[in-house]
């Protein structure tokens, strides 16, 4: 390839640091980068510098953001402790005991394996959990806005963890005060529940329990709750 007569140059970098050629990494001055095999240590916001051999014209691409999700085979339960008066720690039942209760001392969770990330809802009750597989999963109290993906009448509270239905190829799941979020793999932002202050980013404010997209968005990297 060639720009303005001069051969063009190319430099892949992950946050900000140029990547150099290894045993895993190859293409790192080409067009095509290739890393195999992938690690957790790969995740990153990758981004390829264009350059012209005489330098004298030089662009960008658009920052792309990587997360890596290691294969635990079968997997393991989450472990919870603490209250559960309204189901939060996801081990199938709802009762009272604190620190000097049954529930004070670290458990596994049911139903609830390869997860990968964990969220829970600031002043809120109910707990997201992403699994490797980018599916989606909810506990917890359900009450009022359908925080959890489900209707609030039909399911108030879930002490077992349950697939959030039409939620697939998530990288990234936050619970905020009584909503939920959720990042795609094409960087859009889908949210649900509790919408009293506009978090759905629309003008209408009744809440819902199915994920809609944050329009006006797209290549989102990351997102946050309050």
């Known amino acids: 390839a060639q720009g303005n007569g001069s051969l063009l140059k190319y430099q892949w970098r992950r946050d900000g640091v140029n990547l150099t050629n290894?045993?895993?990494?190859?293409?790192?001055?080409?067009?095509?980068?290739?890393?195999?095999?992938?690690t957790a240590d790969d995740g990153g916001t990758y981004d390829c510098r264009v350059s012209t051999c005489d330098q004298t014209l030089s662009v960008?691409?658009?920052?792309?953001?990587?997360?890596?999700?290691?294969?635990?085979?079968?997997?393991?339960?989450?472990?919870?402790?603490?209250?559960?008066?309204?189901?939060?720690?996801?081990?199938?039942?709802?009762?009272?005991?604190g620190a000097s209760g049954p529930n004070g001392l670290p458990a596994p969770m049911v139903a609830?394996?390869?997860?990968?990330?964990?969220?829970q809802g600031a002043d809120s009750w109910h707990k997201?959990?992403?699994?490797?597989?980018?599916?989606?999963?909810?506990?917890?109290?359900?009450?009022?806005?359908?925080?959890?993906?489900?209707?609030?009448?039909?399911?108030?509270?879930?002490?077992?963890?349950?697939?959030i239905p039409g939620l697939s190829n998530i990288i990234q799941v936050v619970a905020g005060n009584d909503f939920s979020m959720a990042l795609t793999t094409g960087g859009r932002v889908l949210v649900w529940g509790n919408n009293s202050?506009?978090?759905?980013?629309?003008?209408?404010?009744?809440p819902g329990h199915l994920a809609t997209e944050v329009p006006g968005l797209d290549c989102i990297v990351s997102i946050a709750a309050g």
């Open 60 to 97: 960008q691409s658009v920052p792309v953001r990587i997360q890596v999700f290691a294969a635990r085979g079968g997997g393991t339960n989450g472990g919870s402790w603490g209250s559960n008066v309204q189901g939060q720690l996801g081990r199938g039942t709802i009762d009272f005991g």
């Open 112 to 119: 609830l394996s390869d997860a990968v990330a964990i969220s």
């Open 128 to 163: 997201l959990a992403l699994k490797a597989d980018g599916t989606v999963w909810a506990w917890g109290s359900n009450l009022y806005y359908g925080q959890m993906g489900a209707p609030s009448d039909v399911v108030p509270f879930a002490p077992t963890p349950f697939l």
């Open 197 to 206: 202050s506009g978090q759905r980013g629309t003008n209408d404010y009744p």
């Open 22 to 38: 290894d045993g895993r990494i190859a293409g790192a001055t080409t067009a095509t980068l290739s890393i195999s095999p992938l």
